[in-house]
């Protein structure tokens, strides 16, 4: 590879995948164009567990793709883990300038990296040509940007402050120390694309906060439907939430099967990867309400079912829960009994027809990767 893209995400699994398959559907809008595909340069924050499934998302692209595991270091530093959400935004504010450059200058020289397939591989810093981020925490500077979110941290920090108290409980001092640390990274993006609908961008009032943003589809991968022979069952990809007790019981009373892609995370499931969640006998997906779940339950028309929200969490979830229920295609559970919930299914599957209809009516397409892949491709190009 001569030149290379990097990327830059916020933490969880979804978010290292959707920056991986946008960079690939702009390398292929790049090849269309005549122009020669770049390497893809990942952090590498979650270690084997990242890599491995990484190879199986991304299988015909093992030497186009680049794990950096010092950059990846440098951001599982400032991402919200083990601790509570408070501490992790305290250290996040304390530490995003200065971890910021220390990415800036480890991007800027040769460092090492380790191809998906396995093959150590030397990149020099000066040949990176793009950054193509999501909802980042970090500030690269080392290339123009192309920014993708569903929703600014910055509004969101802000929106906290009409919120009771008591529905978020987070010190509100440390997040208007988080909205301007926010700001700081979320400006001199070259292209700002929020992806519709989201945390506020489906809201009718929604106002652009950038002259170079756009609106785009939900940018997250399309799974075709899926056809395989299984028992009716509910996919379950959240853990460690008390309360759900219920549920289970209820999942086991009717004799549903429970799916997972983390089998030692969720007790008594049975192996299979998200793609299963269009299969006509998924009843419901269970997840947070993070959008690319949130997008894959209206896409494939299989309701989505998260867990209510906790005060002490991260407020993105807070204002993803509304916007969840405002549209009309999921539930937050509360307890339900899951018979109730196994009622509301044809009219959760109703809402989300709906929505991708109009989602086609607007832009022609469900493929927000595809949609910004050919309009970053046409500035990239209008700019070599």
Known sequence: MKKYIVTNFAYGTGPYLRTTELA??????????????LGIIVPWVYGEKQRKIMLEEFSLHVDEIFLDEKLGGMLGSIFYGDSTYEEALARWIENVKSVSEMAKIHLSQKFKTITLSGKVFKVNGKDIVLEINRSPRLRYDVAPSYFTTFGYLTQIFEAVRNVSKVKIILKRDLLDKAAEMANWVEDGQKIYAVAHPA???????????????????????????NSDEIEPGIFVTVTGVPGLERLYQDI???GLKIYSNDIKAVPNSIYAKPHVIPNKNMAFQFARSGWGSVWLSMISGT?????????????????????????GIGVVYRGQALDNLLDRREELRKN??????????????????????????EDFINNL
């Open 199 to 225: 945390t506020f961008s489906g809201e009718k009032d929604y106002q652009k906060r950038y002259e170079t943003e756009i609106i785009t589809p939900p940018i997250s991968r399309l799974y075709q439907s």
């Open 24 to 37: 690939l559907a702009f390398n292929d809008e790049l090849e269309r164009r005549g122009q020669e595909r």
């Open 303 to 327: 309701p989505l079912i998260v867990p209510d929200f906790d005060p002490k969490d991260d407020p993105e979830i807070y204002f993803n829960n509304l916007a969840l229920e405002k549209l």
């Open 252 to 254: 086991k009373r009717l």
């Open 352 to 377: 989300c027809l709906d929505l991708r209809n109009k989602i086609n009516l607007r832009w022609g397409t469900l493929d927000g990767n595809q949609y910004c892949a050919k309009i970053f491709a």
